[in-house]
């Protein structure tokens, strides 16, 4: 409350929110279930990606830069230990409290040909070629770990990025990347034994 308002600098939600380019600032707390993240859990600190956070709600969060050979993580962070945003670097044992997160909107995550499940129940189809156009609402919806092929994509729109998805059994259209998740059986294929 004494500094110059002109001092004053970025926080660490503040930071990933920057970083992340999100509409508005995402706190610690809001982050695993914000519509504007769509983050995906990491199953550990070993699946940590560069461009991933370390989560910890309430508290503080950490961008993933990189590991070294030794397993030393490096992040940035916007913290009170430098007040700036700085690398630091912690063993992994440091940060047993974080949880690890990737933003599902991040380029790469899946391709043309590949197997998805939607990870929410009443995902939205939309049959739109153009999804900017005003028109393009929702044709229809795909069910929770209902799977899919990824045909066309992605289109990148309102800070998503969408996949045009022929849904078994069901409609086929553009859904946002956040709500899909690998998977899925391909073709089925019956065999029959003869003892």
């Known amino acids: 409350y004494c500094g110059s308002h002109c001092a004053v600098g970025v926080d660490c939600s503040g930071y990933l929110s920057r970083v992340w380019y999100l509409p508005l ?8 279930t914000s519509p504007y993240t769509c983050p995906a859990a990491l199953r550990s600190l070993d699946d940590l990606l560069a461009g991933d956070v370390l989560n910890r709600a309430g508290s503080h969060v950490r961008l993933f830069v990189g590991r070294d050979p030794s397993g030393t ?12 945003v700085a690398p630091h670097a912690y063993q992994p044992s440091e940060l047993l409290a974080y949880l690890p997160y990737r933003k599902r909107a991040i380029a ?3 391709a043309v040909g590949e197997r998805v499940l939607a990870n929410d129940d009443g995902v939205d189809v939309r049959p739109c070629t153009d999804l900017g156009d005003a028109a393009c609402a929702p044709l229809g919806q795909a069910a929770l770990r209902q799977a899919g092929t990824i045909a066309a ?4 729109r309102d800070g998503y990025l969408w996949w045009s998805i022929d849904w078994d059994g069901g409609p086929a259209g553009w859904t946002a990347q956040c709500l899909l998740t690998s998977g899925g059986a391909g073709e089925r294929t019956e065999v029959s034994l003869e003892l």
Do not use: I, N, Y
């Not at 994509?153 to 990148?156: A, L």
């Open 25 to 32: 600032q995402v706190t610690t707390s809001a982050l695993p």
């Open 73 to 84: 993580l490096t992040v940035l962070e916007a913290s009170g230990r430098d007040w700036k």
């Open 108 to 110: 790469g995550m899946f």
């Open 153 to 156: 994509g992605p289109d990148e």
